[in-house]
């Protein structure tokens, strides 16, 4: 199953709920970038934030914790609404990190870097709802996809077909129209876009395209 998932980080900070409301019949989740100032060199929401647009929207929340210490987090962001958070394989942990997750009743997702091997998810896969393979260093909006991270994905989806594991694969970072077929036909479900949805005169239409663009590619 396709889904695209706006990203807010391109949206305008003062008025993030009129964003959600713009993108809100077409898109499927909105993916809400959490940065700490110490994993990545940005700052941006925390758990108030994601409070208040949960009051906007009824879309699944999708959290992407660019954290070194998540774990004290969790519940706050559960509470706040999150469905699904999204750690990083970079901070360690990961074990005790997904554990807290499930029992929080969390969708569980599990990030890598564009420089962090397929080889560091391999003892997770059996146990995440969701794969994030970044395709660009996270940090900021606006970068360049790196295509070569498309090794990953393929690796990633032909694994999870081996061992039958229902785990969505999902890409962040330079996804655009141009983008969109190149990492689905690798292999990833869930599109996050900023720059092309938040960036575009007319932000759902450019969900649609978006839309358009990955399922003719899952279907052909
Ligand atoms: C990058 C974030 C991304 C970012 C993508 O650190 O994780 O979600 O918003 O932005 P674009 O689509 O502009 O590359
Ligand atoms: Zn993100």
Known sequence: MVRIAPSLLAADFGNLAAAVE???????WLHLDVMDGHFVPNL??????????RRHSSLFFDCHLMMTNPGPYLAAF????????????????????????????????LAANPDTPFDSLVPFLGDVDLLLCMTVFPGFGGQSFM?????????????????????????????????VPVAAGAGADV????????GADAPREAVKRLRAAAVAVRRG
């Open 78 to 109: 559960r509470d706040a609404g999150a469905d699904g958070c999204t750690v990083h394989v970079e901070v360690g942990d990961t074990a005790a990190l997904i554990a807290q997750m499930r029992s929080l009743g969390l969708r569980v997702g």
């Open 191 to 198: 599109f996050v876009a900023g720059t092309a949805v938040f």
């Open 147 to 179: 295509v070569e991270v498309m090794d990953k994905v393929r690796a990633a989806r032909n694994e999870l077909d081996r061992r039958s594991l229902d785990v969505e694969i999902e890409v962040d970072g330079g996804i655009d129209e141009e983008t």
């Open 22 to 28: 713009e993108v809100g019949s077409e898109a499927d």
């Open 44 to 53: 941006t929401i925390g758990p108030p934030v994601v409070a208040s647009l």
